[in-house]
């Protein structure tokens, strides 16, 4: 199995802030990488895939760069609504997440 | 628009089988681009992918829980189903299903688009 690590597992910032979170796997993945935001008790939504192409209707204060076996996620200028929990996805093989990044104020 | 729509029991008791249908609109899943993945999140963790099928009818399982898990699908009804059998309280989560779609024909490589609500199950006596 692929296996994902996410860091921080918590990250304290402020209305403004810029925002990274680190997402490492266990071998390469090439590009095969996607970010989600949870919300509690909503299901995840796609924020970013193949590691840097945003999806259609996410702000543009999102991001996503790597390749291989390290990945961001970079929020420019975070926002009241992104107080989230973010998780990695790799689907190189099969489909694993990281632990998820807790995105707190 | 997309959706899907996960459905089931609430309450199931240790032992038993469970039943989940995800019940899909707005594509078809014949559509060669596309499948259907269930993942689950218990209370508090992290996503764990347990089974998906695709147009082709081909499936798989997470290697740790194969043994239980069976999924089908009614391309005619839109729905995919997932059974467990043997039904521990350590099965208690939230059961998402979720679109699989490869951006192109020749791309082998499927992320998961759109997801359902989520539906809460609980394992207990």
């Known amino acids: 199995d692929i296996q994902m690590t996410q860091s921080p597992s918590t990250l304290s910032a402020s209305v403004g802030d810029r925002v990274t979170i680190t997402c490492r796997a266990s071998?390469?993945?090439?590009?095969?990488l996607a970010w989600f935001q949870q919300k509690p008790g909503k299901a995840p939504n796609l924020l970013i895939y193949?590691?840097?192409t945003l999806e259609s209707g996410v702000p543009s204060r999102f991001s996503g760069t790597g390749s291989g076996t390290e990945f961001t996620l970079t929020i420019s200028s975070l926002q009241p609504d992104d107080f989230a929990t973010y998780y990695c996805?790799?689907?190189?093989?099969?489909?694993?997440f990281g632990q998820g990044t807790k995105v707190e104020i | 628009q997309v959706t899907l729509k996960e459905s089931g029991p609430v309450v199931v008791k240790p032992t038993e089988t469970l039943t989940l249908t995800c019940t899909v609109s707005?594509?078809?899943?014949?559509?060669?681009?596309?499948?259907v993945i269930w993942i689950r999140q218990p209370p508090g963790k992290a996503l764990e992918c347990l089974a998906y099928?695709?147009?082709?009818?081909?499936?798989s399982y997470s290697i740790s829980l194969k043994s239980r898990f069976t999924i089908s699908k009614d391309t005619s009804k839109s729905q995919v189903a997932l059974t467990m059998t043997n039904m521990d309280p350590m099965d208690t989560a939230t059961y998402f299903c979720?679109?699989?779609?490869?951006?192109?024909?020749?791309?082998?490589?499927?992320?998961?688009?759109?997801w359902g609500k989520g539906t809460t199950v609980t394992v207990s006596s």
């Open positions: 979720a679109r699989l779609l490869r951006r192109t024909s020749l791309s082998s490589y499927y992320y998961m688009d759109v």
């Open positions: 707005g594509f078809s899943l014949n559509n060669t681009r596309m499948g």
């Open positions: 099928i695709f147009s082709n009818n081909e499936k």
């Open positions: 071998q390469s993945i090439s590009r095969w």
């Open positions: 193949d590691a840097s």
């Open positions: 996805q790799q689907y190189n093989i099969y489909w694993t």
